[in-house]
């Protein structure tokens, strides 16, 4: 299963994320894809692992040899495998690859193209792939979601993180494989803001999470998720990762 966390920006992906990657860590036996699709690259320090090399690296290294002459096509395939194998980084049953940031503006549209090809080439080898995707629609418009099975639509209680929710949906439809996204609130100080909520889209509302102080502490401190233990939101969290399949 390849599940997306999407949404506006700041609204709790890399947290909900973050989260998720901990609790398949505390599955033995689950072979775990991480992907840190946000070319700032939240999720490598809510889990204190740091990518030596990321996609955008190997990008830029797999067109050097090409443009070198160095590498026929048919090598080509063999040079990405080995490259992606070298960029991932294992913590238990978890493998963490980093997207990374391209150095020439204006050109994040190739390295999503890449995280596409590069979900589609190592995701059959693991049990689970969670992505933290980057804020807004661009990778849902780049064809990165054609992968994806899940997207788990993340907004705070503003309607403006609703309606971008409601947009992504809306753009991924057309190209998302399987059927599946549901929205989860994150931030919640009053049930009733989740009820107005549910009255107010057509998502389907399949969790929320009250704010909660051990979140903030753990972002304040950096320290790493992995660690993070039970609390409100954590519950919270791992329900709505249930509901859609993936815990
Ligand atoms: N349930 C919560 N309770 C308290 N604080 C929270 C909660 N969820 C998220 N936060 C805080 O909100 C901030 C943004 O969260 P996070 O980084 O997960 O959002 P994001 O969607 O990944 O943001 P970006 O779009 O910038 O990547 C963080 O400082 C985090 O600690
Ligand atoms: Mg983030």
Redesign the pocket.
């Known amino acids: 299963m390849i599940l997306a966390v999407c949404?506006?920006?700041?609204?709790?992906?890399?947290?909900?994320?973050?989260v998720a990657a901990a609790a398949l860590r505390r599955r033995a036996g689950v072979r775990v894809l991480v992907v840190d699709g946000?070319p700032?690259g939240?999720l490598g320090m809510?889990l204190s692992v740091e990518a030596k090399k990321t996609l955008n690296d190997v990008r830029v290294e797999v067109i050097d040899e090409v443009k070198a002459g160095e590498r026929s096509k048919r090598g080509l395939a063999q040079a990405m495998d080995y490259r992606l194998a070298e960029a991932i980084i294992e913590n238990g049953n978890l493998a963490f690859l980093s997207i990374g940031r391209p150095d020439d503006v204006g050109c994040y549209c190739r390295v999503n193209s890449f995280l596409k090809m590069a979900i589609e080439s190592l995701a059959g080898g693991f049990d689970m792939t969670v992505i933290?995707a980057?804020?807004g629609i661009e990778q849902v418009n780049r064809d990165v979601m054609a992968t994806v099975d899940y997207i788990l639509l993340?907004s705070d209680t503003s309607a403006k993180g609703v309606r971008v929710a409601e947009t992504i949906r809306d753009v991924a439809k057309r190209m998302v494989g399987g059927d599946g996204a549901g929205l989860v609130i994150?931030?919640v100080r009053d049930e009733g803001e989740v009820e107005s909520i549910r009255r107010s889209t057509s998502l389907d509302v399949i969790g929320w999470?009250?704010?909660?102080?051990s979140?903030?502490r753990?972002?304040?401190n950096m320290t790493s998720f992995f660690d993070l233990p039970e609390c409100p939101?954590r519950i919270s969290i791992e329900n709505a990762l249930k509901a859609t399949g993936l815990l």
């Open positions: 949404g506006k920006g700041g609204v709790g992906k890399t947290t909900i994320s973050a946000d700032a939240g809510a933290d980057e804020a993340v994150n931030r999470i009250p704010e909660d102080d979140i903030r753990y972002d304040e939101a």
